[in-house]
């Protein structure tokens, strides 16, 4: 009897946690080929090459964090082994990050045909989650390149940072085209954000197979109200930290830049729209109305675990600067409410790991306007919606909604983001009665500091698997770097 057994791996006594579902069902996951063979209440241990005992865990689908920065300020290569150690330890099984040509990053310019084959040479290898790109145009000739993107580098959404007109990563910045690293003659403003979504719909037109899955997405913040208001803030000089930079990025910043990304994205018949990291009441405000304005257009809306978990009253100060800012705690209240109400369609760390030498001034490390901006959390994206969800009266399923099914689907992860037979074995177990107290020491991130430290979350990830095979076990990360390329449609 030398038959091989029907599956390599049965997770037993799993409380399977689904998108979309109304139950948790205690059932056994048997897991074949790095897929995900059957849901059974009982499945025989005999049929198992390995057997693990869950022990009524809850079992999410493995999150795909859609909003990450690796590579950001840190060399790509290092930063793919800390940080995706950093998303695996929080049961982010798919990583998707932004990319773009100029400062930071790569730190180089040139057309995306001859950057990506070097971005992802430096990927293969060094994530320990599965990877995907999300890239921004930042020049014509990169929006020449969107249709090629598509079919060459499985790259289906592309973005618009709207506040660069003016502004650098950190704050103003008088030479826009030193640091986008772009020719001297084209500007990178809302003409510019026009023919960039006129290129994302012909790429939709040249590949009508995949138009539901290719999209553009926004950072919404308006340059010209930044510059006007951060001018004001620093002259007054009467307020610091986190509030500061509130003032200097007020939100309706964010609220008429979502109304000129939508009145675009009408005119261009660009359909596909994702307002990335809403902040604000004023911001989702104006997303509502747009929505209403322009039905045709299927709006997404992202929030991010930071600006749902910190306000300006928070005791991490410039460690929590990031771009658009956290907020007083009404908007953050008003974040959970859109959240309940199924206003907000994914949540995501956007996670830029910046080590504190790099994050704040080393002579005033409290000047809010000398910190750089971003800081990671992918680490403490599922244990703290868990934990404040939970008080809040949300669903374990709609939780997987937020962070699984609903990103997978927009950006094109078709095997990714649920717990059914056919889908990869991206599963993480959490023991929602195990309590921990943030400390980043305790983080396998390389960033040596949080702004969520001292937080209490009621939630622990206790395991990872990624494909089927275990990633991360209790604190411990398994095994060598072994993510693949996303590359989209899977
Ligand atoms: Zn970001």
Same mark, same amino acid.
């Given at each position: 009897m030398t038959n091989s057994p029907a599956y390599d791996l049965i997770i037993k006594n799993t409380r399977v946690v689904r998108p979309g579902k109304s139950t948790v069902d205690l059932l056994d996951i048997g897991v074949k080929d790095g897929k995900i063979a059957c849901l059974s209440p009982e499945l025989s241990?005999?049929?198992?090459?390995q057997v693990v005992d869950a022990q009524n865990k809850l079992a999410f689908p493995?999150? *795909?964090?859609a909003h990450m920065h690796t590579g950001i300020y840190n060399p790509l290569a290092e930063d793919a082994r800390t940080e995706s150690r950093a998303a695996a330890m929080g049961g982010v099984t798919s990583s998707l990050n932004y990319m773009r040509t100029g400062? $930071? $990053?790569? &730190?180089k310019g040139g057309p995306y045909r001859d950057f990506m084959p070097e971005v992802l040479e430096i990927s293969d290898g060094n994530f320990y989650v599965d990877y995907g790109y999300h890239l921004a145009p930042m020049m014509n000739e990169h929006i020449r390149e969107i249709p090629d993107l598509v079919d060459k +580098?499985? =790259? %289906?959404s592309f973005k618009i940072f709207m506040f660069y007109g003016s502004h650098g990563l950190h704050g103003r910045s008088s030479d826009q085209s030193d640091f986008l690293? @772009?020719?001297?003659?084209?500007k990178y403003d809302y003409a510019h954000f026009e023919f960039v979504m006129r290129g994302v719909k012909k790429a939709m037109e040249q590949h009508p197979d995949k138009k539901d899955v290719i999209s553009c997405s926004l950072h919404c913040e308006t340059a010209e109200i930044m510059t006007a208001y951060t001018r004001m803030v620093e002259e007054d000089g009467t307020l610091t930290g986190l509030r500061a930079y509130h003032e200097s990025r007020p939100p309706h910043s964010e609220g008429l830049a979502i109304a000129i990304a939508s009145y675009l994205a009408h005119e261009t018949d660009c359909v596909n729209i994702n307002l990335l990291h809403l902040t604000s009441r004023k911001a989702l405000d104006s997303a509502e109305r747009m929505a209403l304005a322009f039905p045709h257009i299927n709006f997404r809306k992202e929030v991010t675990i930071g600006h749902l978990m910190?306000? *300006?009253?928070?005791?991490?100060g410039c460690h929590a600067k990031v771009n658009p800012p956290i907020r007083p705690r009404a908007d953050v209240e008003a974040l959970w409410q859109a959240v309940l109400d199924r206003k907000v369609d994914w949540i995501v760390s956007d996670h830029a790991c910046c080590k504190e030498e790099m994050k704040v001034? &080393?002579?005033?490390?409290?000047?809010i306007f000398l910190a750089k901006s971003g800081f990671g959390g992918t680490e403490y994206l599922l244990s703290a919606l868990i934990s404040e969800g939970s008080k809040r009266g949300m669903s374990y399923s709609h939780m997987a909604e937020l962070v699984s099914g609903n990103p997978a689907r927009r950006y094109g992860l @078709?095997?990714?983001?649920d717990i059914a037979p056919? $889908?990869?074995?991206d599963i993480v177990l959490v023991d929602p009665a195990e309590g921990f107290v943030v400390h #980043?020491? &305790?983080?396998?991130?390389?960033?040596?500091? @949080?702004? +969520?430290?001292g937080q209490e979350l009621s #939630? %622990? =990830?206790?395991q990872t698997y990624l494909r089927g095979r275990l990633i991360y076990d209790n604190g411990t990360i398994i095994g060598d770097p072994e993510g693949r390329y996303l590359k989209r449609p899977l």
């Open positions: 241990p005999e049929d198992a090459g493995g999150l *795909v964090d400062q $930071y $990053y790569m &730190n +580098f499985g =790259v %289906t690293m @772009t020719p001297k003659d084209e910190l306000d *300006v009253d928070s005791p991490c001034d &080393n002579q005033q490390p409290d000047k @078709t095997t990714k983001g056919g $889908y990869d074995a #980043a020491e &305790n983080s396998q991130s390389a960033q040596g500091y @949080t702004p +969520f430290e #939630a %622990t =990830v206790k």
